[in-house]
């Protein structure tokens, strides 16, 4: 069986280097079995790379690659805490707030490409509870964050 770093290679995929908190908190916490992120930002360094309101300034397509881009962060987060993505048994929970102009309904096709990296990387293990919600303001103008619950 290959690794996940391995899968990612293949999906031409790179783990990013986990990005500094932007507020007073942690942002990754393991408790028992659990580990748990804070809510992750489409960072690229530290930079955000898409900025604006789904339905408004940003399209699904760049949400779907905002919604990747966070998920990468957030799993960069839990290697530096757990040391090796290949110790996770099961993706738990995938939270998902997408920055939503008015009459703005699709935050569940946005996050299905966050989902869909998690089933990517992890087979059945990467299958997932999720909650898809739209939200007026992110901060720093995100167009999502994502928030991921894991097994190890």
């Not at 996940?4 to 293949?10: F, I, N, P, T």
């Not at 408004?56 to 962060?73: C, F, P, S, V, Y």
């Not at 929970?93 to 996050?111: K, W």
Request: hydrophobic share 45%.
């Amino acid at each position: 069986m290959s690794s996940v770093e391995d899968r990612l290679k293949e999906l031409n995929l790179e783990l990013p280097s986990a990005p500094a908190a932007v507020g007073f908190y942690v942002p990754v916490l393991k408790t028992g079995n659990l580990v748990i992120t804070s809510g992750q930002l489409p960072f690229i360094g530290k930079e955000l790379a898409f900025k604006g309101k789904l339905g408004k300034e940003i399209h699904d397509r760049e949400g779907q690659n905002a919604a990747r881009i966070a998920t990468l962060n957030a799993l960069a987060h839990i290697k530096s805490c757990i040391g090796d993505l290949n110790d996770i048994t099961q993706v738990v929970r995938l939270e998902g707030y997408v920055q939503s102009a008015d009459g703005f309904n699709d935050q569940a096709l946005v996050l299905n490409a966050a989902s869909e990296l998690l089933v990517d990387l992890f087979g059945e293990s990467g299958k997932h509870t999720r909650i898809a919600v739209g939200v007026s303001e992110l901060p720093l103008d995100s167009p999502v964050e994502i928030g991921l619950w894991v097994e190890v």
